[in-house]
């Protein structure tokens, strides 16, 4: 069974960074798309960010500028790196795999509070 394992949540500081990261027990290249989701208390799980198997990339507009995904295949891992870190930035985020057969994995998720 492919597991994934989000990382790197915490408490942040507003302005400040932090590197969340996916691991993925299997073969990240099997994966056409990864995406990174936050969901915070009362609101819609909001698509933040993606990545195809060629490295294009998507972006939702309030994170724009600011988070950065990106895959280190030889370490079966997507990165999303978080920058000017607002308040409601504050949430779990979650990593998703989709590949063939309409099939998608999920990690169980990482805490991100940001404040002062």
């Known amino acids: 069974q492919v597991n994934f394992a989000e990382s790197g949540g915490g408490l942040v500081q507003p302005g400040g960074s932090l590197r969340l990261s996916c691991a993925i027990s299997g073969n990240i290249n099997d994966f056409y798309r990864i995406e990174w989701y936050r969901q915070s208390p009362g609101k819609r799980r909001e698509l933040v960010a993606a990545?195809?198997?060629?490295?294009?990339?998507e972006y939702a507009n309030s994170v724009k500028g600011r988070f950065t995904i990106s895959r280190d295949i030889p370490k079966n891992t997507c990165n999303l790196q978080m920058n000017a870190l607002e308040p409601e930035d504050t949430a779990v985020y979650f990593c998703?795999?989709?590949?063939?057969?309409?099939?998608?994995?999920w990690g169980q998720g990482t805490l991100v509070i940001v404040s002062s």
């Open positions: 990545v195809s198997d060629w490295d294009s990339t």
């Open positions: 998703k795999g989709m590949k063939s057969a309409s099939v998608d994995t």
